[in-house]
């Protein structure tokens, strides 16, 4: 069974950092891509962050100059580096997988708060 396991998240004031990371177990190949996703109370979910397998990297423009995504292959985990945060970075993170199939994975999600 394929799983998604978020952590890192947490409570930051404005202006800090925090590193997510999501690991995968269950799959016998490398996603071909693995993201980032948040969603905010009333807002839609939207994509934070994508790299592929071969390392291309895809950012919000809202996040671009400070969020960093990267991955471990070898260990199946992507990284989502968020420095210089901002409270309307605030929300429920989702990491997100696939293969090249119509077929998603999600993560249970992990709350970030920047508040002062």
């Known amino acids: 069974q394929v799983q998604l396991v978020e952590s890192g998240g947490g409570l930051v004031q404005p202006g800090g950092s925090l590193r997510l990371s999501c690991e995968a177990s269950?799959?016998?190949?490398?996603?071909?891509?693995m993201g980032w996703y948040r969603q905010a109370p009333g807002n839609e979910r939207e994509l934070v962050a994508a790299?592929?397998?071969?390392?291309?990297?895809n950012y919000a423009d809202s996040v671009k100059g400070r969020f960093t995504i990267s991955r471990d292959n070898a260990r199946d985990t992507v990284y989502l580096q968020m420095n210089s945060l901002k409270p309307e970075d605030t929300a429920v993170y989702y990491c997100?997988?696939?293969?090249?199939?119509?077929?998603?994975?999600w993560g249970q999600g992990t709350q970030v708060t920047v508040s002062s």
């Open positions: 997100h997988a696939k293969y090249r199939t119509p077929l998603d994975y």
């Open positions: 269950g799959i016998i190949f490398s996603f071909n891509i």
């Open positions: 790299i592929t397998v071969d390392g291309s990297t």
